[in-house]
């Protein structure tokens, strides 16, 4: 099956620089990658998502790239504010009736002030 | 629009009873899919129900297992509980589910077996 390595498990960065969480995904017939924020005491919330017919989608302060030869993609996150420290997941699926969503393990971001 | 609902938000039981869960999508959804979360594992996939049929299924024993409802309500239930199954059950609200479509989750329910 699918396996989803993430990497780092903690990211410590001063508030207004930007932060980068990447994953590694094996299953090459994988083709939507989402990324979820999820707060204390909260279920995981869907920030930004990437298909693989597509190499960078934006929004706003967040971007993800997906590079499909390595099994790769990122989440950049520019700008940090205070309310961006959370646990943030990637996840990986192949679609079309599939396993449903493969997640990494967890970035802890924390935004120091 | 109204976000996903899952109820009870936290429970206590016993080794060896068993627990349901409940989940209500965002309306005009179809698909309910459910996954646990533990420190150690993670988030894992449990299985996924799409118009009252389960169309997928993650690496879990048979004491787990769910239905959906004509109004796409799901329930999910374990039977024989054991302490490994202290967790985050999470449920997530799709309108194409696991064929592709963006999924939302609810704010899960806390189970301590003990």
């Known amino acids: 099956g699918e396996n989803v390595e993430q990497h780092p498990s903690t990211l410590s960065v001063q508030e207004g620089d930007s932060a980068v969480i990447k994953c590694t995904y094996s299953?090459?017939?994988?083709?939507?990658f989402p990324w979820y924020k999820q707060e204390l005491g909260k279920g995981p919330q869907l920030i930004i998502d990437i298909r693989s017919n597509v190499g960078e989608k934006k929004d706003q302060r967040i971007a993800v790239t997906l590079n499909k030869t390595a099994k790769h993609f990122s989440l950049h996150i520019t700008e940090t504010q205070p309310e961006d420290s959370a646990v943030y997941f990637c996840a990986a699926s192949r679609g079309g009736g599939a396993d449903g969503l493969t997640f990494g393990k967890g970035t802890h971001l924390i935004i120091q002030p | 629009k109204a976000g996903v609902t899952q109820t009870p938000r936290y429970l206590i039981k016993t080794r060896g009873q068993q627990v349901t869960l409940s989940c209500s999508p965002i309306?005009?959804?179809?698909?309910v899919s459910w996954y646990q979360q533990t420190p150690g594992q993670g988030l894992q996939f449990l299985f996924e129900?799409?118009?009252?049929?389960?169309?997928n299924k993650g690496n879990f024993p048979g004491r787990f297992s769910g239905r959906q409802f004509s109004n796409s309500r799901s329930e999910m239930n374990v039977s024989t509980l054991e302490l490994g199954d202290s967790a985050l059950y999470l449920c997530a609200s799709s309108y194409l589910g696991t064929q592709g479509g963006e999924q939302y989750f609810g704010p899960g329910t806390r189970l301590t077996v003990t």
């Open positions: 129900y799409f118009s009252e049929t389960q169309r």
């Open positions: 309306s005009g959804h179809r698909s």
């Open positions: 299953d090459s017939a994988s083709n939507y």
